[in-house]
């Protein structure tokens, strides 16, 4: 328990750290008066465009999350999927070390027939079905974009190589579930018990929520889905590009949300501030767009991700008459009341 406490605090002081760092240069090395002369300019009318996206983008997620899941009696609804999908956002955006990772299942679990591990399994094959979108668009910027910033290159090469394996990984448990799990059994003997019996569990989990992409068109429908929801994503960050005088083009449009998906992915404070804005920096250097108008538009961004997030989290917490120090208590990592009796 020590162990994973101190980890926690070091997690929570390196987030905070690379979020101070960032926000401590962007004060030091941008001439602020011109970011806030570029956010007096900026347009509000075509976030009457950029907020309808917003919602049909984070509908499209809820949706596509229905086919990671198991078939349960009774099926939770469209609805009970959004509402947790969209608590989960709200605890990662007030709350240290990615918290509505864990809360989005957890409250899935609370109100349907679904184990907590098994909701915890599926968002992990959510996120990976995310990673192939992102880097698939990204190697596109990258012959399109030849003069993309050096750091963003080294990522892709980290996160390819990740993505490779977890690949491989991912198609192994689909189709030949049996010979990994005797591989991840093989590759744990040399750990102490405890901790072999918690990846055993969580992979036997994990192995379990990759047998329902095998039935009913499932994985063609998420791979299907995956791109409807990035292309909703890239939609979003276009439509943001007509509020400010930079490119309005789709290709910048893409590569902002591109390159913000790989930038929130660092370690952070809650809700990724400082990194998104930097993130903005990065994205925008190619088509000769200053840092000011970069981090304006982030700012911008930012702020009405937060409104709508925060927003509707805290009427959920009236909805569904809970309080906020509901949102710290952490669900138990997958244990022993695991459903995964087969992995047929």
């Not at 404070?269 to 903005?280: D, N, R, S």
């Not at 767009?289 to 911008?300: C, D, K, M, R, T």
Request: glycine share 8%; aromatic share 12%.
């Amino acid at each position: 328990m020590r162990e994973v406490l101190r980890s926690k605090l070091f997690l929570k002081i390196l987030g905070t750290s690379v979020t101070v760092g960032i926000v401590g240069w962007l004060v030091v090395s941008l001439e602020w008066g011109k970011v806030l002369e570029a956010l007096k300019e900026a347009s509000l009318y075509p976030l009457l465009i950029s907020l309808p996206l917003m919602f049909l983008h984070l509908w499209l997620r809820a949706y596509r999350w229905r086919f990671l899941l198991p078939e349960v009696t009774p099926r939770p609804s469209l609805r009970t999927l959004f509402d947790s999908f969209m608590a989960g956002n709200f605890a990662t955006y007030i709350l240290p070390l990615r918290a509505g990772e864990f809360l989005r299942p957890y409250l899935l679990s609370r109100k349907s027939a679904l184990p907590f591990p098994t909701a915890f399994a599926s968002i992990v094959i959510e996120r990976f079905f995310d990673l192939i979108c992102v880097l698939i668009s990204f190697a596109c910027l990258l012959a399109l974009l030849p003069d993309l910033d050096p750091v963003l290159y080294k990522g892709a090469v980290v996160l390819g190589g990740i993505a490779a394996v977890i690949l491989v990984g991912m198609l192994a448990g689909i189709f030949m579930p049996h010979l990994l799990q005797r591989v991840i059994s093989w590759s744990t003997g040399f750990l102490p018990d405890g901790m072999a019996q918690a990846i055993e569990r969580f992979a036997t989990e994990l192995l379990h929520g990759l047998t329902v992409l095998r039935h009913g068109g499932n994985l063609l429908r998420v791979l299907a889905l995956s791109a409807v929801v990035w292309l909703s994503c890239y939609l979003l960050f276009w439509s943001f590009l007509f509020s400010f005088v930079v490119p309005s083009t789709f290709l910048v449009g893409t590569t902002v949300a591109v390159v913000l998906a790989l930038a929130v992915a660092l370690p952070s404070a809650p809700g990724f501030l400082g990194v998104y804005q930097g993130g903005c920096i990065l994205a925008f250097r190619p088509f000769g767009v200053s840092e000011e108008v970069a981090v304006a538009y982030g700012i911008l961004t930012h702020l009405i991700h937060y409104l709508v997030t925060v927003g509707y989290g805290l009427w959920l917490l009236h909805h569904y008459n809970m309080r906020m120090s509901d949102l710290r208590t952490q669900p138990a990592a997958p244990n022993q009341h695991s459903s995964a009796k087969n992995l047929h």
